[in-house]
């Protein structure tokens, strides 16, 4: 395989999980799958991670995906042991 196919086919694979991360939080069930508008939302974010606020709302996200990624970790667990 030639290296652009390979590129093209990370950079495909990293957009479709992107992609899947709005699905996960329900992004696209709550906005009735209305493209503006999630792009006006993940511009409201770009804004404030360019704000003074920036560090603030980092960590703040950060944690708050960490600890949902932590909880889905924890229930998969618990739904194998079943």
Known sequence: MRAWQVERRKRTRHLIELGGLLVKAGIVE?????RAMIYGALLWMA???QSH???????????KGKQAFDAERHDGQMGKRS
């Not at 709550?30 to 209305?34: Q, V, Y």
């Open 47 to 49: 804004d404030k991670l």
């Open 53 to 63: 606020e920036s560090v603030h709302e980092r960590d703040l996200w950060a944690a």
């Open 30 to 34: 709550l906005t009735n799958d209305d």
